[in-house]
């Protein structure tokens, strides 16, 4: 190489980043010697931002555009600069490409089961997983938090943290939210979203923000799905005297179809339970009893709640009301209010408790 061709070399200098990878969230500039010319052309494309180190520190940030890097404000020492080191300048500059676009379809889920307190279950394990996507909003922060001086860093090496800390805030989510497990497959965009405010000021210490959160299954373990499948199955079929003998027909049907597994007396077992309960629906013209209504639920007496000098006391029952009108603790200007009464009223505007001020005894007589 000609002397010309060197001194080109040293002039000339286009500094660009293109990615046919859909993992790569951060790529260091490969030079040699890592100087940076002076005059060299940076070009940042869309959805990229060139991070500017400069001995060790980060200089500047860089948007989207075409850059000369000729300025005297910006810290660039070029070799150019340093004709007695013979083109090599002891100061390094480094340029680092973040790709600033979404990482879709990254994969969360939890590894061991979550304990929590189900109304209707009780303490229950579940399960969850689904995806994300994740962006990186602060170049400068993502750098010195994560990358430091690796050359280049990918999903994989970042998504195993985000991992934890999504299925720790969905520990917390869970616990908290008091959802049904069998309806969090209807809330399943909320608990999503509510997941995604929870991460959010932990992902940003590390210059990342999530931008979508899905939640794609809650299970429970499957002995417990068994249970409510043979639940549902009861619930289908009736009471459980029709879904024993429902049971009962499986069985037979499983006999005939399988005689190598209990021979003859299989085959004969079920064709005598199939006789008898053919002369049971003969004699009785029906297998199962006739279903029993339950009882009605006990009466639940009415309470309401009192009003006085901006503090609220109660419940109280009707009858303890008119002792309390009986006393004058309760008067018809008292506020009171019940479950299901729109707002706090005078107890004068309550039917149930205006009879107690029109059926008050008279005045006492006084001794003569």
Same mark, same amino acid.
């Given at each position: 190489?000609?002397?010309?061709?060197?001194?080109?070399?040293?002039?000339?200098?286009?500094?660009?980043?293109?990615?046919?990878?859909?993992?790569?969230?951060?790529?260091?500039?490969?030079?040699?010697?890592?100087?940076?010319?002076?005059?060299?052309?940076?070009?940042?494309?869309?959805?990229?931002?060139?991070?500017?180190?400069?001995?060790?520190?980060?200089?500047?940030?860089?948007?989207?555009?075409?850059?000369?890097?000729?300025?005297?404000?910006?810290?660039?020492?070029?070799?150019?600069?340093?004709?007695?080191?013979?083109?090599?300048?002891?100061?390094?500059?480094?340029?680092?490409?973040?790709?600033?676009?979404?990482?879709?379809? !990254?994969?969360?889920?939890?590894?061991?089961?979550?304990?929590?307190?189900?109304?209707?279950?009780?303490?229950?394990?579940?399960?969850?997983?689904?995806?994300?996507?994740?962006?990186?909003?602060?170049?400068?922060?993502?750098?010195?938090?994560?990358?430091?001086?690796?050359?280049?860093?990918?999903?994989?090496?970042?998504?195993?943290?985000?991992?934890?800390?999504?299925?720790?805030?969905?520990?917390?989510?869970?616990?908290?939210?008091?959802?049904?497990? !069998?309806?969090?497959?209807?809330?399943?965009?909320?608990?999503?979203? !509510?997941?995604?405010?929870?991460?959010?000021?932990?992902?940003?210490?590390?210059?990342?923000?999530?931008?979508?959160?899905?939640?794609?299954?809650?299970?429970?373990?499957?002995?417990?799905?068994?249970?409510?499948?043979?639940?549902?199955?009861?619930?289908?079929?009736?009471?459980?005297?029709?879904?024993?003998?429902?049971?009962?027909?499986?069985?037979?049907?499983?006999?005939?179809?399988?005689?190598?597994?209990?021979?003859?007396?299989?085959?004969?077992?079920?064709?005598?339970?199939?006789?008898?309960?053919?002369?049971?629906?003969?004699?009785?013209?029906?297998?199962?009893?006739?279903?029993?209504?339950?009882?009605?639920?006990?009466?639940?007496?009415?309470?309401?709640?009192?009003?006085?000098?901006?503090?609220?006391?109660?419940?109280?029952?009707?009858?303890?009301?008119?002792?309390?009108?009986?006393?004058?603790?309760?008067?018809?200007?008292?506020?009171?209010?019940?479950?299901?009464?729109?707002?706090?009223?005078?107890?004068?505007?309550?039917?149930?408790?205006?009879? !107690?001020?029109?059926?008050?005894?008279?005045?006492?007589?006084?001794?003569?």
């Amino acid at each position: 190489m000609g002397i010309l061709d060197f001194l080109l070399g040293e002039l000339i200098d286009v500094i660009h980043h293109t990615d046919d990878t859909n993992d790569t969230m951060v790529w260091r500039f490969e030079r040699e010697g890592h100087e940076i010319k002076y005059g060299a052309k940076l070009t940042v494309r869309e959805g990229q931002a060139a991070v500017f180190v400069h001995e060790g520190q980060i200089a500047d940030v860089f948007s989207p555009g075409l850059y000369m890097l000729e300025t005297n404000n910006m810290p660039i020492l070029t070799s150019l600069n340093y004709w007695d080191h013979g083109f090599k300048s002891p100061f390094k500059s480094e340029i680092y490409y973040v790709n600033t676009t979404r990482f879709q379809d !990254l994969k969360w889920g939890t590894k061991n089961p979550i304990m929590c307190r189900d109304p209707e279950f009780g303490p229950v394990r579940i399960r969850a997983f689904g995806t994300y996507s994740v962006r990186i909003s602060d170049p400068a922060k993502f750098l010195s938090e994560i990358v430091g001086t690796d050359g280049e860093t990918t999903t994989d090496e970042i998504s195993y943290q985000i991992r934890n800390v999504i299925v720790s805030s969905f520990s917390a989510a869970i616990a908290s939210c008091g959802i049904p497990v !069998l309806d969090m497959a209807a809330n399943a965009p909320e608990l999503g979203k !509510l997941l995604a405010t929870r991460i959010a000021p932990d992902l940003a210490e590390y210059g990342i923000e999530l931008p979508s959160l899905f939640i794609e299954n809650i299970s429970l373990p499957p002995a417990v799905e068994a249970a409510l499948d043979k639940r549902t199955s009861i619930g289908i079929v009736g009471d459980l005297s029709t879904y024993t003998n429902f049971s009962a027909a499986e069985s037979m049907t499983t006999a005939a179809a399988n005689p190598a597994g209990g021979g003859g007396m299989g085959a004969g077992l079920g064709a005598g339970m199939g006789m008898a309960m053919a002369d049971r629906m003969m004699r009785g013209g029906s297998v199962a009893p006739a279903p029993q209504m339950p009882p009605p639920p006990p009466v639940v007496d009415k309470v309401w709640h009192v009003a006085k000098d901006g503090a609220s006391s109660g419940p109280f029952s009707r009858a303890e009301l008119g002792r309390m009108a009986a006393s004058g603790e309760l008067s018809r200007d008292s506020y009171v209010w019940s479950a299901g009464q729109d707002g706090w009223k005078t107890a004068d505007e309550v039917i149930e408790l205006a009879q !107690l001020f029109s059926i008050m005894p008279p005045p006492v007589p006084t001794a003569k």
